[in-house]
Nanobody, 126 residues
């Protein structure tokens, strides 16, 4: 499975961006897709995820109410709508995918995703 993220850029605080991630290869019936981000000088951290079964969206506390994750299963894509952006949202954003259900897998855990995109940079100016 290959993941291609796009949509990053420079935006002023309070602005919006929409990230996209296209999956190809053995991309049918991907079980879970997520977004993680890595701010400058910091570790990569969970942002949002949407997994099959429940199709419930999960968010980090820092983005709840501002970010919305969605997926188009027919097109094998996942999106991250980011509103009311803040300077602390500046980071490289990575999309990720998990192909199958596994007992004990967690949507917020990096190691539970086998496939990763190349990252797209989001810069929010104050």
């Amino acid at each position: 499975v290959q993941l291609q993220a796009s949509g990053g850029g420079l935006v002023q605080a309070g602005g919006s961006l929409r990230l996209s991630c296209a999956a190809s290869g053995r991309a049918n019936n991907i079980y879970g897709m997520g977004w993680f981000r890595q701010p400058p000088g910091k570790e990569r951290a969970f942002v949002a995820a949407i997994w099959r079964g429940s199709d419930i969206a999960y968010y980090a506390d820092s983005v709840k109410g501002r970010f919305t994750i969605s997926r188009d299963n027919a097109e094998n894509m996942v999106f991250l709508q980011m509103n009311n952006l803040k300077p602390e949202d500046t980071a490289v954003y990575y999309c990720s995918a998990r192909l199958t259900y596994k007992t004990g897998a967690r949507y917020y855990r990096e190691n539970d995703y086998a496939y990763w995109g190349q990252g797209t940079l989001v810069t929010v100016s104050s």
